[in-house]
């Protein structure tokens, strides 16, 4: 079974209030970082039909701050399909509801797990590619995903032979004395 990247999307739109503000008076990331896992689940289940865990989320870049008062509005898709996994890209935008003026605030992108009442990863369906972003979009994530193999490669050795990465360290505002 497969469904169309467009079955599964998702928008949501939410007027940010002054409760959700952080010291500085802008509203908090974790609030929409919340906002984001809620929409990545919503995204994912309505693809699997199934309920859905977050596996990891990719890095979130906060471009641009949120104020209180504009109107937040999250778009999720399905970008890629494993066995069991999804990879949802959301895009955060905020619009001054005053002016009209739209911001970008942030993209990310959540790995979601479809699993059965058990816990247990069950199969979800594939992703029929009807546009050319659609094939971009996977096809990066494929790169992502390639890409972060590689760094795990990198990253284990330096855990294996500390000794010889010891000198990198040498560029940096860092004091070392390992005893």
Do not use: W
């Amino acid at each position: 079974m497969y469904k169309s990247v467009e079955e599964s999307k998702i928008q949501i739109s939410e007027l940010m209030l002054p409760s959700n503000t952080n010291f500085g008076g802008k509203i908090h990331g974790g609030y929409i970082l919340k906002l984001m896992d809620q929409i990545a689940f919503a995204c994912a289940a309505k693809h699997s039909g199934s309920y859905c865990v977050t596996a990891s989320v990719d890095k979130v870049n906060f471009l641009n701050p949120i104020e209180v008062g504009e109107l937040v509005t999250m778009k999720a898709s399905v970008n890629y399909v494993g066995t069991s996994s999804m990879v949802i890209g959301i895009r955060v935008e905020s619009e001054n509801i005053k002016t009209g003026s739209k911001k970008h605030c942030n993209s990310s992108y959540f790995t979601m797990v479809a699993v059965d009442d058990n816990g247990k990863t069950i199969k979800v369906p594939g992703l029929k590619i009807t546009t050319k972003t659609d094939a971009k979009r996977f096809i990066k994530a494929i790169k992502r995903r390639e890409s972060e193999d590689e760094r795990n490669l990198d990253l284990n050795k330096i855990y294996k032979d500390i000794d010889t990465h010891l000198n990198t360290l040498n560029a940096y505002r860092v004091q070392v004395q390992i005893k």
